[in-house]
């Protein structure tokens, strides 16, 4: 019996009903209705998948402080990694053995116009990321990290910004709108009970075309560059070794391993955070 294993990263902005800062914000009082709306969203994954045919399940916190998803309240078949310190980050416990990725509650790249709370990484640090020359945000850098691993992402939900943003990247994958971006703070919502049964479709319809699926794999030399949002912060992050300032705000690193590259900017932006703030 062939036994398929996927793999959940759980990300909140891209949520059923989220819109604002403080529905994603662990000392603000929205946040614990927030939380279960997305371990609403999370279960629905869940179940698709196993009804879909997977025999294993591992949902893999990828907000914030990794610590947003209600334990008690996830399907009792699947487990989770949750907790703060990262090796991977969003993608932390990814690896060969899985057959597919889902990327849930995932939201658009900084600066996409009219994407619900759209960021890449951190907005209070970060103004962009590129890749070899191009802009590339969470959703990419999840994909690329599946990739290493030789597993396909085949679904992703979130706004309409960013289920257009994965079609870009992954031909033919499937996703879930649960709302629509009307301004970064704006958003036409559709209720859980509707997003719920469209996650739950999307999943199984994933499942039953899985082998049509290939990973997104980056080979050679690859570029990582950041826009901080000011110079205190480029400085900071220019003290990593084998990084070149690129201009007053940027960045840069080069290197023949995406884990490498992926990993310069977690360790950029812990330097960039240590600048004093003015």
């Given amino acids: 019996m062939i036994v398929i294993k996927i793999y959940i990263s759980a990300d909140m902005e891209g949520a059923t009903g989220v819109t604002g800062a403080a529905d994603v914000s662990d ?12 371990t609403k969203d999370v279960n629905a994954a869940v179940e698709g998948a196993f009804e879909g045919g997977a025999k294993n399940v591992v949902v893999n916190e990828a907000h914030a402080n990794k610590r947003n998803i209600l334990l008690e309240e996830l399907h009792e078949e699947a487990e989770m990694i949750s907790g703060p310190t990262r090796f991977l980050c969003m993608m932390e416990g990814i690896n060969e053995s899985f057959d597919g990725v889902f990327l849930i509650g995932y939201h658009a790249r900084g600066g996409t116009q009219a994407a619900v709370l759209n960021h890449t990484i951190s907005g209070s640090q970060i103004y962009n990321i590129r890749l070899n020359g191009n802009l590339i ?33 992954i031909p033919f994958v499937e996703t879930a709108q649960v709302k629509v971006g009307i301004d970064r703070y704006v958003a036409k919502c559709l209720t859980p009970t509707k997003t ?3 996650i739950k479709e999307a999943a199984i319809r994933a499942l039953k075309n899985i082998k049509n699926y290939k990973p997104v794999k980056i080979e050679g030399s690859i570029k990582m560059e950041i826009d901080f949002m000011n110079t205190s912060q480029a400085a ?26 992926y990993k310069f900017i977690l360790n950029s932006m812990f330097l960039a955070s240590r600048t004093s703030r003015g």
């Avoid at 959703?139 to 943003?165: R, W």
Wanted: aromatic share 8%; charged share 25%.
């Fill in 196 to 198: 719920s049964h469209m």
């Fill in 27 to 38: 000392d603000k009082p929205a946040y614990e209705r927030f939380r279960k709306l997305l």
């Fill in 236 to 261: 900071s992050a220019e003290l990593l070794p084998g990084t070149k300032r690129e201009g007053s705000r940027t960045i840069s690193y080069v290197s023949n391993n995406y884990q490498d590259a």
């Fill in 137 to 169: 945000g969470e959703l990419g850098l999840s994909v690329l990290m599946a990739g290493q691993f030789g597993v396909p992402v085949i679904l992703v939900s979130g706004d309409d910004k960013v289920c257009a943003e994965a079609q870009e990247f």
